[in-house]
Structure formats: structure tokens, C-alpha cells
């Protein structure tokens, strides 16, 4: 561990990192130059590939793989940056924004022309304002020191960049769902096949990345593909970006090999669990990949190790640490707030399943829960997402890992929970249970639901009990 | 030969197109459920109801190998050697849970819902869902609201399939529609400060809504659908000859619907043909019975004894040695305008035919969709057909000049008729009219009836020569009538009465028929339609008097090939559903 030398970091505390002059002098743009001047766009692809660099936006596909999908006899390429971050807690790729744009841009001109791109769109969150800044000052930057535009270093190569600012949805952060708002329309992922890189952004072939894999693409270019694969745990290499945050004492974004172990992080990096408490669970990768329990905390972090304790994958390596005096059931009301507000509505079973599981653990929250409702939830848990094939994206997903794991991890403390904390009023009402099961409704029985008048005598009726 | 495995039994694929798994499972009579997927548009596969096991078999080993997931229908191709499983209990099992998280926010308002009977929702929850939920939440209550003025939407009670909103940007290409917020708070709704008003195929969204979302107002709350009698027709509000289904309840047309005809219309019409109805069937402006003009007044006579009125005033007009002259209006079918042709013809050679004037309003509209623009989803699945509005607005022009070149060799225009009248060399003259509004004015009225001896009308309607005429005879109105069209692209299509002879009036063919005192008892449509395509070469394609399904073309081009093809996919919910169907 002590070799380990971080090199996506490697500027962050220089003063001035961000202008183009200090980039430079610190060898900036010269893995761009090696590439566009001494190598064939396909040899880079060959050499990203070779370093099994994997996505870094939540899916972890492999990088090199993706860009090997576009059609061979291509005319044009776009490559869409995705900067979209918007998963809860997680940080990494504002600091790469703010603090080394250029190392940035020098991925996005790799990339660009190993895929053969001549345009290139950075995908930003809108809530991004100062990293938009940062980000266009460093483009006019580079544009006028010929790092950019036409002819670049005289190779006959151009590429021209593109901020286009988000407008606070998380799920255009889903690839296709960027597509789609890049395109002007609603951001509603569209189903595939076909993927991007045959029919993407305005119906040509897309290369949609996430800003954290374009920012390993000059190291790689630098120092080579053996070099990478000689950080990291087998089939998860390279540096990685973490961010720690919840109860923790320090909340950090630190830049380690992949396979850290979610202890580490907490105790060596940022500073153990606050107020001396001790941690209760630990979400692994934002909330969408589920949670870790207190004893799980030492499954490394890398893309494979995560499927043991139950969790979706790495996602994006944010850590939010979870404290022993915090009810599981405060974690569930704010996931499932979250994806319940976030669902873009298309798929049937996201846009009601969200929605339900949402009510149902505020109701829960509010003192109106039954065991029942832990079982109902699961099995919802289970139907959604891509996985079980019931959705077009992976927000569902998402939606009901927080669900999955904390009923299987936390299941006591819940139906504790339950039982203990019954307000009356907050639970349905018998005109509620009667509809849902399906029974007949007597509206006077009722009363307390519906004020039903008497029925009314009918004349003739000699059979009437209180005739 | 490609072959597809579907639960089991083993098919051929036809050749030549491209369908998806739905297409192919109804071909073979396995119905697969879905909401959002529809055959004219894009597919985006957001409801989830058409979810089946998908797998492919090894043409090698011939083992089968199933995915883990479940996969929509829609968007999976049928190809060789797929595999369908579409009643396993995974799938069963799925559609149960769509069916509740479709109903979790859904109002139980079917009594006073105009949708029920031939709802998506209802059909569904009856096949494939099941009579408990476990949702004891409050449900989200959506105000109703207006998307035209005469569309009106009923947001809670939409599954938001987006085929509204596909609609209007696929087909229209006006995108008036789109979805608004997200997640179960999503909503349809018109941008601000558009409407669908100045869509012409607004009425379409209201077909196209698999629930009760999409209302029409015209419509709403007067029947309840299982009460209509629907009969197959054509519209005749324009040259393109939309199929159409009449729905009428003890004799009152309550709505107009379309009917598919992939040559035609697709499975469109415009809101001027749904409409349309309400002009036709105006009861204060309708002929009640026949009259006869006596002194300076018109008297209700008996059927028989006008049409022998008619007969001896022509005749009289031929003994005299007075021309005698024929005007076939476009709105005449062909059978119709055939058995008047022989009619004049017969009595005298000499027997002037002119075809009545062609109403034209406009400019021809055509929404041609783009597999390229606008779409949202995948266009992969798609044929797309464009629908022309018609500056024409009459069915059957060309049908009635066939049947004018047949008999008379030359087609008389209707001015050069009008120019012979006022130098005086028509004697007696017969105007068969059926048209929906009035094309002769005022003075040409006048000046008819000052320059004709004997002056027959034939109408639905009153008219301004009706005023004037010698006898009136009262005909049917489209509704009333049954007999071919021949539309703008020359496709000759059949359409039935939907409506029984109104008292005191007679179908025009069966006014011809008596005139001609045809034997055999009343005149159908296709006996005459087989006797001209006996003798007409023109006709050709209508021989043995039966027309196809989707009509047949009377030439063959390049654009319209004779032959139809394979039967297209006909969107479920176009199907006559419910008891509807069984009357
Ligand atoms: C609901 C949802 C949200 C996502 N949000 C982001 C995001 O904010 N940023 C990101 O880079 N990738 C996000 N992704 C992952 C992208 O779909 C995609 O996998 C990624 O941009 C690919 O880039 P990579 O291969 O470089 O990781 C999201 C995926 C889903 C399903
Ligand atoms: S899974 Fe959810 S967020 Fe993803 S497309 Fe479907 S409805 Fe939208
Ligand atoms: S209004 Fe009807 S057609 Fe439109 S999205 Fe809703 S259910 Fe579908």
C-alpha cells in the first residue's frame, strides 16, 4: 500500500492546479500528445482495453469494451461525458471538475480520438454551478493553446467540447436518459437495444462515459496498461476515488487502489465514527447499491467482492457511514423518498412500486406500520428493476436494494420498530383494508370513514326485521 | 423456412416482414396483453404488461436456452429460432402484479366511467389480474381537465402508456402532448398555451387511450357502449374513403369510430368525418317523405305514386322529343350511380349524363410519419403510413365517372350540363343529389327550374332546387345507404347501411331499382355490383359483387398493387369488445 502513488489526485493541492500554465508544467497534455502523435486511434483502444479499465459512473463496465461496440463503418461519433453525479453522497467527480479541469479535458481529447469523435458533450448537473465555470474557463483555455478545436497538434484531428448543463434530475445521470435531455426532450431512458453506441445522441453512434473513466485514460495512455493492472484487486484495477460521508468525523474524497476495505476507509481515512460512537451500517456505494452491515464492514470495495454481503455493486464508491444511535427505518424513509421523487414515472412497475414503498415506510415511520408490510415490500423489492427484467433502467433497481438488504439484515430492529411504535389513526383505516382485500363494504359498519345515512325504509318491505 | 417455438408448438415466420412478438403470437391465436405498445407507433415499452420469457433454441442441438429475465414482447423480434413462453406462471405472475401497481392509484369509478365495456383495464383485470390488492395507502386524486374542447382527460385514471403523447409527435408531428412531472405524480397535459383545437386527428387520442383518460365530450356520459350496434362503413366526408364504424343505438348514431384499413387510413380518421354524424343525421333538415309540386305547393304523396310521377314526366319528355338529362352527384355510390345510368340510358339513347359538382374545401393535408424524426422509441417494427385529409369532399367521383364512362362513353361536366340548360336544350331533368350540404345556390336553382319543363330532385336533404322541383324524391342519407365507394387512390370499397330507411324515404338504389322495375324483389348492392363488373371492364375487380376486407384497387399501380397482402396486425382495441360485439 505504501507504493501507492495517487495520480488523479496528484494536483489537487497545488496552488493555481486549475490553470492551464501549472497543468502543464506538471506534464500536462503530454499522454494527449503521445497518443494523437505517435499513436493509431485503434492502438489506444487496444491499450484501454488491455488495462481493464472499468466504468467508473456505477455499472463498471469495462471501458475499453464499449468503445470496441461502434459500428466499424461509422461516419460520425459523439461522446457524451456524463457528469450528471447526482447519486446521494457522492462527490468524486466535482472535485476532479474543480480542482484539475484540465486533466479532465486531456481525457476527454484522448478518448475523443481513440473513438474517432470530433464532438464531445460534458453532461453537467445542474446544481454544478461553480464546476460549470471552472469547466468552461479551462475549455477557452485550452481551445487557445490548441488542445482543442481544429487541427489539433497538427494531426488533422478536431474536437470540440460542449457544456450542457442538467436541469436537477437524477435519472438523467442513466445513459440514455442523458441522451434524451441532451436531445432537448424529457429525460426518459430509452430501451435498448439499441445501445448508444449504435444509435445514441441524435440517432448517431455515442460513447456515453462517466468523468471519473475519462480521467484514468492519460495515466493509462502514460504510464501503460501493465502499470494499471498492477494496482487494485483482480478484475477491478486502477486508482479510485472515494468519498466518505454520514457519521463520520471527516467527510473526505480520497483517491486509493480499488479494494479498500469500507473499515479502512472509515478508520484510516476519515477519521473513524463521530462522537466516538460506532458504526451500525454503512452504505458502500451510494444508496442505490444497499447497505453494509457493522459486521460486513471489511468487504473490500471493488466491483466483485460486493456481491457476497448481498449489496448491487461498487456504484460510485461513496461511502455514508451510518451510526448505532440512527433507526434503519430513518435510512429507509429517505431512500425511498429519494427514488419515489426521482423515478422518471415510465416503467409501471417503478413508477407505482416507488411510489408505494414510499408511503408505506412513511406510514410505517409514523407509527401506522404492520409485520405485514415488511413481507408486501419484499416481495415488491424483488419484481423491480432490471434484474428481474420488469424496468428499462436501473433506477428501480436501485429502489429496492435498500429495501432488500435492510430486511435481511435488519429485520428484528424493524418489526421492533413496528411494534413499538403504534400511533393511533396513523395506521389504514377498515374502509381501507376492506377495499384492498376485496371485501364487501358496509357503509354503515363503517361509520367512521363514511357518514351513511341509515337505509332508507322502503314501503313495502313487510319482511323487515324492525318493520 | 424460419420457424419461432411459441409455448411449445412450433410455427412458420412469414416472410417479408418484420413483427415483433405480439404480431406473431396473435397470428398464431396466443394473445399477449399490453397497454402502451401500438402497431403505428414507436415502441418504448414502459407499461410492462406484454413481459414473456424469451429464449432462443440452437438450430444445431436443438436446445433450448431461456434468458433469466423476463423481456417485453414489444421490443423483442420474432426471428428464427426465438422462443416464446407466454403462460408459464413467471408470466402469470408478472402480469398479476402489473395489473395491481396499474390499479394502485386507479379510481373505481367504471359505473360512471364512458370507457367501461371496452376498456383496457377492466378487460385485463378480468384475464389476468386479481380481485384483492395489498395497497392500503391513500390514493393520488387528479383533477380532470380539458385537452381540447372536446377532449377531456380524466388524469387519474391514466396508465400514462404515452401513446397520446406518441401520437401527436409521431403521427400528427404536432406535439401538443407531453408528460409532465415525475413518478406516480407524472401527468399528461397540453404545453402551455396550446390545445389540441387545431389538430385536425385530435379525435384519435381518445381512441388510442386504452382506459378512460381520454374523453370525448361529445360522447360523454350519453350511452354506454355496450348499448351501440357498430356497423362497418365508409366516410364519405372526403375522397379518402376512411373506414369507419358507425355505432348507433335504436336508430340514433351516437359516435363514429375508425376502423383499420392499413391501405387506407390506418387507424385514423379526422375529427371532420368523426363528427361529421351530427350534420347528417340533423333531423329538422331532412326530407320526411316524397312531394309533388301542386299549383305553387308541395304535397306529401305515397312512394309509388311519385316514383310513377317521375317515370311518366320523363317519358312525356322523350315522346316529346325534349332532352332528357341525368346529374349524378359524387356522394352516389356505384351501384347507385350505375342503375340510374341504365335508367336514363334506357329510356332514351340520347339521355345526357353529367356528373354533379365536386366539392372542394382546402388543400390536401397529409401526415406523412417519419421512422426518423420525432419518434421517441424504437422505430425498428414500424411501416409508416401516411393519411391525407382531401380538399375533395365527396366519396365517390371517381366511381360515379367509371360508371358515366361505361355507359356514355364521355363524361358531361356539370357546367357544360348547366350551360346546355340555360340555352334551353334540356327538357326534363333529374338531379340525384345525397350530398350532406347544399351546392346549388339560389339563382342557379332559379334559373334551372325557368329553363327545365319537368324538374326531378333526389335528396336527403331539403335543398334550395328541392323548393322547386316538379317531385322530390326523398333518399337516403349515407348512414341509410348501402353500396361501394371508389376513393382518391381508385380503391373500391363497400360500405353497409347502419341505419334502416327513414319513414317515407327509400334508399336511392331501391328508388332506381322501382323506376327500372327491376325484378327480383329489393335491389342489393352487390347483385348490381356484380352485373357491372359483368359488363364493365372498369369494374373488373369488384367481379362475383363482393369486395374484399380492405376494398380492392380497380388499377393496379405500383403505389396501390392489387393484391392486398397479409393481413396486418389489428390493434386489440379497435376490436369490437363486450356485448357490443355480440349484437
Ligand atoms: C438511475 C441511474 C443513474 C445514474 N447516474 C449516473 C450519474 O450520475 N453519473 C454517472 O456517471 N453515471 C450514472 N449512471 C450510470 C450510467 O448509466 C452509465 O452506466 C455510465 O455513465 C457509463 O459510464 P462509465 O462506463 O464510464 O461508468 C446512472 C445509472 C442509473 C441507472
Ligand atoms: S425504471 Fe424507473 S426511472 Fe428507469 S425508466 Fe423506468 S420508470 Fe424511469
Ligand atoms: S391519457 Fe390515455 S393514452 Fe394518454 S398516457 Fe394516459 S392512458 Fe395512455
Given at each position: ?9 496528484r494536483?489537487?493541492?497545488?496552488p493555481?492546479?486549475?490553470?492551464l ?7 500536462g ?6 497518443a494523437?502523435t ?7 483502444v487496444?491499450?484501454?482495453?488491455d488495462?481493464e ?9 469495462p471501458?475499453g469494451?464499449?468503445w470496441t ?5 461509422r461516419k460520425?461519433?459523439?461522446?457524451c461525458?456524463?457528469g450528471?453525479e447526482?447519486e446521494p453522497a457522492?462527490?468524486?467527480n466535482?472535485?476532479l471538475?474543480?480542482r484539475d479541469p ?6 476527454i ?23 460549470t ?5 479551462a ?13 489539433i497538434y ?6 470540440d467540447?460542449?457544456?450542457?448543463r442538467?436541469a436537477?434530475?437524477y ?15 424529457r429525460?426518459?431512458p430509452r430501451?435498448?437495444p439499441?445501445?448508444?453506441a449504435?444509435e445514441?445522441?441524435f440517432r448517431?453512434p455515442?460513447?456515453?462515459?462517466n ?6 485514460v492519460?495515466?493509462?495512455?502514460e ?5 494499471f493492472k498492477s494496482?487494485?484487486t ?7 476515488l ?10 473526505v474524497c480520497?483517491?486509493?487502489?480499488l479494494g ?5 476507509l ?8 463521530w462522537?466516538?460512537r460506532k458504526?451500525?451500517?454503512?452504505v458502500?456505494g451510494?444508496?442505490?447499491m444497499?447497505?453494509l452491515?457493522a459486521d460486513?464492514?471489511d468487504t473490500?470495495?471493488d ?24 433507526p ?6 429517505n431512500?425511498s ?5 426521482e423515478s422518471?414515472g415510465?416503467?409501471t412497475?417503478?413508477?407505482e ?8 415506510i412513511h406510514?410505517?415511520?409514523n ?7 415488511l ?6 423489492a ?20 435498500p429495501?432488500k438488504?435492510?430486511?435481511?439484515k435488519?429485520?428484528?430492529e ?10 393511533p389513526?396513523?395506521?389504514?383505516t377498515?374502509?381501507q383494508?376492506d ?14 370513514a363514511i ?9 313495502h318491505s313487510?319482511?323487515?326485521?324492525d318493520? | 423456412?424460419?420457424t ?5 408448438t ?5 416472410e417479408g416482414e418484420?413483427?415483433?412478438?405480439i404480431?406473431m403470437?396473435?397470428?398464431v391465436g396466443v394473445?399477449i396483453?399490453?397497454?402502451?405498445w401500438?402497431?403505428?407507433?414507436s ?9 414473456v ?9 436443438g ?9 417485453p ?14 403462460d408459464?406462471?413467471k ?8 395489473m395491481e401497481?396499474l390499479l394502485l392509484n386507479?379510481?373505481?369509478d367504471?359505473p360512471v366511467?364512458d370507457?367501461?365495456g371496452?376498456c ?7 384475464e389476468?389480474g386479481?380481485s384483492n390488492?395489498?395497497?392500503v395507502?391513500?390514493?393520488?386524486v ?5 385537452v381540447?374542447?372536446?377532449?377531456q ?11 397520446c403523447?406518441r ?8 406535439a ?5 412531472r415525475r413518478?406516480?405524480?407524472?401527468e399528461?397535459?397540453?404545453f402551455?398555451?396550446v ?5 385536425p ?10 382506459v378512460?383518460a381520454?374523453?370525448d ?8 357502449v355496450?348499448?351501440?350496434?357498430k356497423h362497418?362503413s365508409?366516410c364519405t366526408h372526403?375522397?379518402?374513403g376512411?373506414n369507419?364504424s358507425v355505432e ?6 351516437w359516435?363514429?369510430k375508425?376502423r383499420?384499413?392499413p391501405?387506407?387510413?390506418d387507424?385514423?380518421i379526422?375529427?371532420?368525418g368523426?363528427y361529421g354524424y351530427k350534420d347528417?343525421?340533423a ?6 317523405a ?11 304523396v ?6 310513377r310521377?317521375?317515370d ?5 319528355a322523350v315522346?316529346?322529343?325534349r332532352t332528357?338529362?341525368?346529374v349524378?352527384?359524387p356522394f352516389?355510390t ?5 342503375l340510374?345510368?341504365?335508367?336514363l340510358k334506357?329510356?332514351?339513347?340520347d ?8 366539392p372542394?374545401?382546402g388543400?390536401?393535408r397529409t401526415f406523412?410519419?417519419?421512422k426518423s424524426?420525432?419518434?421517441?422509441g424504437?422505430?425498428?417494427f414500424?411501416?409508416?403510413r401516411?393519411f ?8 365517390n367521383?371517381?366511381?360515379v365517372?367509371?360508371?358515366?364512362e361505361?355507359v356514355?362513353?364521355?363524361v358531361v361536366?356539370?357546367d ?6 340555360e ?5 326534363a331533368?333529374y338531379v340525384a ?5 347544399d351546392?346549388i ?10 329553363k327545365v319543363a319537368f324538374l ?9 332546387l ?6 322530390v324524391?326523398?333518399g337516403?342519407?349515407y ?7 371508389v ?5 373500391i370499397?363497400y360500405a353497409?347501411a347502419?341505419l334502416?330507411p ?10 332506381f331499382?322501382?323506376l327500372?322495375d ?5 335491389a342489393?348492392?352487390s ?6 363488373a ?10 362475383g359483387?363482393?369486395?374484399p ?11 396501390s398493387p392489387r ?5 396486418p396486425?389489428v390493434?386489440a382495441?379497435?376490436?369490437a369488445m363486450?356485448a357490443?360485439?355480440?349484437?
Open positions: 500500500m505504501a507504493t501507492f502513488e495517487p495520480v488523479l489526485t494536483n489537487w493541492n497545488v493555481d492546479a486549475r490553470s500554465k501549472v497543468y502543464e508544467s506538471r506534464g497534455y503530454q499522454a494527449a500528445r503521445k494523437l505517435t499513436m493509431d486511434p485503434d492502438a489506444v487496444n491499450l484501454v482495453k488495462s479499465l472499468r466504468g467508473r459512473g456505477g455499472a463498471g463496465f471501458c469494451l464499449k461496440f461502434l459500428p466499424k463503418d460520425e461519433t459523439l461522446m461525458v456524463n450528471d447526482s457522492t462527490f468524486n466535482r472535485y471538475l474543480e484540465h486533466m479532465f479535458l486531456e481525457g481529447l484522448i478518448s475523443c480520438f481513440a473513438t474517432r469523435a470530433s464532438t464531445s458533450y460534458v453532461y453537467l448537473r445542474f446544481e454544478y454551478i461553480e464546476a465555470r471552472i469547466i468552461e474557463e475549455i477557452a483555455e485550452a481551445r487557445a493553446a490548441g488542445h482543442l478545436g481544429k487541427n497538427g494531426t488533422g484531428f478536431n474536437l467540447v460542449w457544456v450542457h442538467g436537477g434530475a435519472i438523467c445521470g442513466e445513459e440514455t436518459g442523458l441522451i434524451e435531455s441532451l436531445e432537448g426532450k429525460g426518459w430501451i435498448k439499441p445501445f448508444p449504435i445514441g445522441a448517431k455515442t460513447v456515453v462515459n468523468i471519473e473513466t475519462l480521467c484514468c492519460p495515466h493509462i495512455v504510464r501503460g496498461a501493465a502499470w494496482i487494485g483482480p478484475k477491478s484495477y486502477g486508482p479510485k472515494y468519498t466518505v460521508s454520514g457519521h463520520v468525523e471527516k467527510q480520497v483517491e486509493l487502489p479498500v476495505t469500507c473499515r479502512e472509515i478508520d484510516d481515512h476519515a477519521g473513524g465514527v462522537k466516538g458504526a451500525k451500517a454503512a458502500p451510494g444508496i442505490s444497499g447497505l452491515s460486513e464492514l473490500p470495495l466491483f466483485e467482492s460486493l456481491r457476497k454481503p448481498g449489496c448491487l455493486g461498487l456504484g460510485t464508491a461513496a461511502v455514508t457511514v451510518i451510526d448505532d444511535h440512527t434503519i427505518i430513518d435510512y429507509l424513509v431512500t423518498r429519494f427514488f419515489a421523487h422518471c415510465q416503467c412497475p417503478c413508477r412500486g416507488t411510489g408505494w414503498m414510499s408511503k408505506t406510514r410505517i415511520k407509527g401506522g406500520g404492520r409485520i405485514e408490510d413481507d408486501v415490500m419484499l416481495h415488491l424483488e419484481n423491480l428493476g432490471i434484474i428481474p427484467g420488469t424496468t428499462i433502467c436501473g433506477l428501480a433497481d436501485g429502489a429496492a436494494w429495501i438488504n435492510a430486511l435481511a435488519f429485520r428484528p424493524l418489526e421492533e420498530y413496528i411494534r413499538t411504535h403504534q400511533t389513526g396513523a395506521g389504514p377498515p374502509l383494508l377495499v384492498a382485500a376485496g371485501r364487501r363494504v358496509d357503509l354503515f359498519q363503517v361509520g367512521n357518514a351513511a345515512p341509515p337505509p332508507a325504509a322502503a314501503l313487510p319482511g323487515r326485521p318493520a | 423456412m424460419a419461432i417455438l411459441i409455448n411449445g412450433e410455427y412458420p415466420i412469414p418484420k413483427l415483433n412478438a404480431q403470437a396473435k397470428r394473445e396483453p399490453y397497454y402502451c401500438h402497431p403505428s407507433l415502441v418504448v415499452a414502459n407499461c410492462r404488461m406484454c413481459e420469457e424469451v429464449g432462443s433454441k440452437d438450430p444445431k442441438t436446445e433450448v436456452k431461456m434468458m433469466p429475465k423476463l423481456v414482447g414489444c421490443q423483442t423480434p420474432a426471428k428464427d429460432g426465438t422462443v416464446l413462453v407466454t408459464s406462471a408470466v402469470q405472475e408478472h402480469q398479476r402484479m402489473i401497481l386507479h379510481p373505481l367504471c366511467c370507457q367501461a371496452e383496457g383495464l377492466q378487460d385485463y383485470s378480468y389476468h386479481q390488492h395489498r395497497f395507502e391513500e390514493r393520488i387528479n383533477p380532470r381537465k380539458d381540447s374542447d372536446l377532449i382527460l380524466n388524469q387519474d385514471r391514466c396508465i400514462m402508456c404515452t401513446r403523447v401520437f401527436t409527435r409521431e403521427i400528427t408531428q404536432t401538443e402532448l407531453q408528460v409532465m413518478g406516480n405524480h407524472a399528461i397535459a397540453t402551455p398555451g390545445s389540441l383545437d387545431d389538430n386527428l385530435a379525435g384519435n387520442v381518445v381512441d388510442l387511450c386504452p378512460g381520454l374523453l365530450k361529445d360522447f360523454l356520459h350519453k350511452q354506454r355496450w348499448f351501440l350496434a362497418d365508409v372526403c375522397s379518402t376512411c369507419i348507433e343505438n335504436k336508430g340514433k348514431i359516435r363514429v375508425p383499420n384499413n391501405h387506407v387510413n387507424y385514423w379526422c375529427d371532420e368523426r347528417d343525421s333531423p329538422d333538415d331532412l326530407l320526411e316524397m312531394y309533388v309540386l301542386k299549383g305553387d305547393d308541395h304535397v306529401a305515397a312512394i309509388d305514386e311519385a316514383v310521377l317521375v311518366r314526366g320523363l317519358k312525356q315522346i316529346g322529343g332528357v338529362a341525368g349524378l352527384s352516389l356505384v351501384e347507385e350511380a350505375y340510374m345510368a341504365t335508367y334506357g329510356m332514351t339513347s339521355a345526357v349524363l353529367a356528373v354533379g359538382p365536386v372542394a374545401r388543400e390536401d406523412s410519419p417519419d424524426a420525432g419518434r421517441s424504437d422505430t425498428s414500424l411501416a409508416p401516411p391525407t385529409i382531401h380538399a375533395e369532399k365527396a366519396p367521383a371517381r366511381g365517372r367509371a360508371v358515366i361505361h356514355q362513353g364521355a361536366e356539370y357544360e350540363l348547366l350551360r346546355k340548360v340555352a334551353g336544350e334540356v327538357g331533368l343529389s345525397g350530398s350532406p350540404t351546392w345556390d339560389e339563382p342557379t336553382a332559379a334559373k334551372v327550374r325557368e326531378v330532385v333526389q335528396d336527403s336533404r331539403v335543398g334550395a328541392a323548393h322547386k322541383a316538379d317531385v324524391l326523398a337516403g342519407t348512414a341509410e345507404k348501402a353500396g361501394s365507394y376513393n382518391a387512390d381508385g380503391r370499397q353497409g347502419s334502416p327513414r319513414d317515407g324515404s327509400l334508399p336511392d338504389l331501391d328508388l331499382a322501382v327500372l327491376r325484378p327480383g324483389g329489393p342489393r348492392s347483385d348490381v355490383l356484380a352485373e357491372l359483368e359488363a364493365a371492364p372498369a369494374f373488373a375487380a369488384a367481379k359483387g363482393t369486395l376486407l380492405y376494398g380492392a384497387t380497380l388499377e393496379a399501380s405500383a403505389s393484391e392486398n397482402g397479409p393481413p396486425f390493434d382495441w379497435y376490436a363486450g357490443a360485439k355480440a349484437r
